[in-house]
């Protein structure tokens, strides 16, 4: 329903408040109409605590339901912003307009009128919590979101509504990042490519690669000139043009950018308008989730991306190839924020349990001597030879040792660690597995975050703090002791999972659902009401 429909409707149960306030009561009717309103109010209020404490605090007074002044323009732009949740990608008929709309209508006593009032504060709060951090909680969709959302106090809202001009207050509730604004034009641009039928036809093969032609060929042609990836041509080979709009495809979409379009890069191209739009949506959703200050300079890991970033005042100043967790249930990396304290130049790897029960004890129990680069410690920090050891005696429950390796150039975190402290222990690190940066798809780790270029990661990060970050990174690197770089000023990191993302130009970048987090993200949204639109404005 339009702006426009929602005021006319409005004026419907206007004529019905006036009437009962309109002063042909004597005094003493007035009280009692008063007091029916309050404790109506207060009846109804019971059963939400925030609620309840607001209008305690307010002796129980009205901040919808007058017919005239601030009430009027709070309910006006309450059914306005109901009305322009869809825009944000928001389940519009969850929070009720129709329903408030005949409650409104039919509120011809003080009674009805305080009930009213209740049910207008339960769903602007429903609404502006959705608005500002998110319609659904992460943790209930997937267990590896362990992100903790900047939720505000509930009360908060109500105050701040009754001090605030309502619609300021309105625009001020989403996302005010580049990043949110970028995101909400895409969801226009894809809801018109609905609406112009998409991206047309798919292609009807396997692979193409340059030098072939055909009606497979003038197929990929015409979906990648739907997508704007090529001007219009009646040519029907795989030309240096298509190979270059495929290419450009491909680096929006994290593949490999060799101009062939194989099984993989056919996959993308064949994905329909609906997918992105829906990814887009998702993308919106998630950066509710993280509405808050990200740091004037904070690291980001995009797991999608394989990528992390150092980002300072809004710019990405370093960027590298990034190895994330397998696909394996626990090995997925987790999403979550948390601040970088300090680096470790030649760490010890110290095994985590898991790794250690369920890996290398099976190999030590069929020998010895297996991954004979590890060396095994008692609880009391002593090291213990193997040959004192029968591994056929312990269970991954009962098995007493921890199990390091010593700092070397083999060792699994490679030469340096970057630490955040959390209790999933994830970190970034170094890796001596650098073939694994060349590869398309880079999920491979038991959770952290391997990075391609650790070092020059590293003299970024000690730039703000020294002269000569390279001379002193490699200072103590050739010590080839374990050594505890602190940071004089905390990075926030923020580990996230997105799918479709922009550039600084606005560009939307797609990449695959790895882990199947935004599918599940995107049937919770739809399971709540949010709906795909397409449009021809």
């Known amino acids: 329903m339009s702006v426009a429909a929602f005021s006319g409707r409005i004026q419907a149960y206007v004529f019905a408040f006036v009437f009962a306030l309109s002063g042909v009561f004597g005094p003493g009717e007035v009280r009692a109409e008063v007091t029916a309103f309050k404790q109506a109010v207060a009846e109804a209020a019971a059963r939400d605590k925030d609620i309840a404490a607001f209008y305690k605090a307010t002796g129980y007074e009205p901040i919808w339901t007058q017919t005239f002044g601030k009430d009027a323009q709070r309910r006006r ?3 306005r912003a109901m009305d322009e949740a869809q825009l944000h990608g928001l389940p519009a ?17 003080p009674r009805a009128r305080g009930l009213a009032e209740v049910a207008l504060s ?45 619609n300021g207050f309105f625009r001020a509730l989403p996302p005010r990042t580049p990043e949110y604004a970028r995101l909400l034009k895409a969801k226009l641009a894809y809801e018109k490519r609905l609406g112009a039928g998409g991206f047309g036809a798919t292609v009807p093969s396997k692979s193409l690669k340059p030098g072939q032609s055909g009606a497979a060929v003038v197929a990929l042609r015409d979906r990648l000139v739907r ?20 290419q450009r495809f491909q680096a929006d979409h994290g593949l490999t950018t060799d101009g062939i379009a194989g099984a993989g890069t056919l996959a993308e191209i064949n994905t329909s308008a609906e997918e992105r739009l829906k990814a887009i949506i998702v993308a919106l959703e998630r950066e509710r989730w993280v509405n808050s200050d990200r740091g004037k300079r ?29 696909n394996d249930s626990d090995r997925r990396t987790p999403e979550f ?3 970088m304290e300090f680096m470790v130049i030649n760490p010890t790897w110290n095994v985590p349990r898991s790794i250690a029960t369920k890996e290398y004890l099976p190999m030590m129990q069929n020998n010895a001597n297996a991954a004979s680069h590890l060396e095994l410690y008692d609880s009391r920090g002593r090291k213990v030879a193997r040959s004192n050891i029968n591994f056929a005696n312990y269970t991954a429950r009962s098995f007493p040792y921890a199990i390091k ?32 940066f060349s590869r398309e798809t880079r999920a491979y780790s038991h959770g952290c975050v391997r990075l391609n270029d650790p ?10 703090q020294s002269r000569d970050p390279k001379g002193q990174f490699h200072r103590i690197l050739d010590t080839g002791k374990e050594t505890v770089v602190t940071l004089e000023k905390e990075v926030p990191v923020h580990i996230i999972y997105r799918t479709a993302f922009t550039d600084a130009k606005g560009k939307v970048h797609f990449r695959r659902d790895i882990y199947g987090r935004d599918a599940k993200i995107w049937r919770a949204l739809a399971k709540e009401g949010v709906v795909l639109r397409a449009s021809r404005g």
């Open 227 to 246: 997508m704007g990836y090529l001007r219009r041509s009646a040519s029907p080979s795989y030309d240096g043009a298509l190979q270059e709009a495929v």
């Open 77 to 79: 732009a309450l059914f």
């Open 405 to 436: 390796q010593p700092p070397s150039r083999r060792n699994a975190l490679g030469l340096v660690k970057f630490m955040f402290p959390n209790k999933y222990n994830i970190y970034l690190h170094d890796t001596p597995a650098k073939n694994l």
């Open 93 to 109: 008929e969850r929070f009720g307009a129709k329903a408030l709309m005949a409650q409104l209508r039919a509120a011809n006593s």
């Open 122 to 166: 339960r769903a602007f709060l429903d609404l502006a919590q959705a608005m500002q951090t998110g319609a659904l909680v992460p943790k209930r969709i997937d267990e590896g979101i362990v992100r903790k959302v900047p939720y505000r106090d509930r009360g908060s809202y109500l105050s701040t509504l009754v001090q605030s001009n309502p």
């Open 455 to 464: 070092f020059d990661f590293a003299y970024a990060l000690l730039a703000k």
């Open 337 to 339: 924020s948390d601040v």
């Open 298 to 326: 904070h690291v980001l890991v995009n797991i999608t991306d394989f990528s992390a970033r150092i980002v300072d005042d809004g710019k990405v100043t370093f960027q590298t190839r990034s190895v994330v967790g397998a």
